[in-house]
């Protein structure tokens, strides 16, 4: 079976600061990986999507970046974050090119000091 | 711009009754339907999928697809304390060149009174 695996957990950082988040997925292959924002009491945001290796498409202009250095590997990036980008950050994946539904990691809390 | 709408809430019901959870869409045609659980704190969690019109049961929960009018539904029976979360509705819709979009709505935020 099909599992996704987010780290950290929780992350507080000073403005500034670089930023990096990792998601990798288990049990299949060439999947279409996302990258979400949700702030608190807000909707999902999409950040990023990726349809393959070295395949990204930004959904939100912004000082955050993703690259997808191998296949089941998604990382978000900053080289200098700011007090908006606080929020929980969640990697989804989904079967590639298809009506299938998204499958959600368990998330990254930052706060921004 | 392809708009998922539900109604915010907070939606309470008391225990054991049922609860009904609304939301339509803007793109008439939108393929696929889903329906995902977020408790505080955590990530949403797919619980139902609907592909054709009518009704899809899974244990308490039962989807509703209505394309004709655009709308799906989702109805939790015997409403439980352990329900209580914001339900997301969310449409896929083919975006063209071989690409999906998943749309969210922002989420029925249900609290079952005990």
């Known amino acids: 079976s099909q599992t996704i695996h987010q780290w950290p957990a929780t992350l507080v950082q000073p403005v500034g600061s670089p930023l990096s988040l990792e998601c990798t997925v288990e049990g299949t292959s060439n999947p279409n990986l996302y990258w979400y924002r949700q702030a608190a009491g807000r909707g999902l945001q999409l950040l990023f999507y990726?349809?393959?290796?070295?395949?990204i498409s930004s959904e939100v202009p912004q000082n955050l970046s993703a690259s997808r250095p191998q296949d089941r590997q998604f990382i978000l990036s900053s080289k200098k974050l700011l007090l908006s980008d606080s929020g929980f950050y969640l990697c989804?994946?989904?079967?590639?090119?298809?009506?299938?539904?998204?499958?959600f990691g368990d998330g990254t809390r930052l706060s921004i000091l | 711009q392809k708009e998922v709408e539900q109604n915010s809430g907070p939606l309470s019901v008391p225990e054991g009754a049922i609860a009904s959870l609304n939301c339509t869409y803007s793109?008439?045609?939108?393929?696929?339907f889903f329906w995902y659980r977020q408790y505080s704190g955590k990530s949403p969690e797919l619980i139902m999928s609907i592909y054709s019109n009518g009704d899809k049961e899974d244990g308490r929960f039962t989807a509703q697809l209505n394309k004709a009018s655009q709308y799906v539904s989702l109805l939790i029976r015997d409403s439980q304390p352990s329900d209580s979360a914001t339900y997301l509705c969310?449409?896929?819709?083919?975006?063209?060149?071989?690409?999906?979009?998943?749309?969210f709505g922002k989420g029925t935020k249900l609290s079952v009174i005990p």
């Open positions: 989804a994946w989904s079967v590639e090119g298809s009506y299938q539904p998204q499958h």
């Open positions: 793109d008439r045609v939108s393929q696929s």
């Open positions: 969310a449409v896929i819709s083919y975006s063209g060149a071989g690409s999906y979009q998943l749309t």
């Open positions: 990726s349809v393959g290796i070295g395949q």
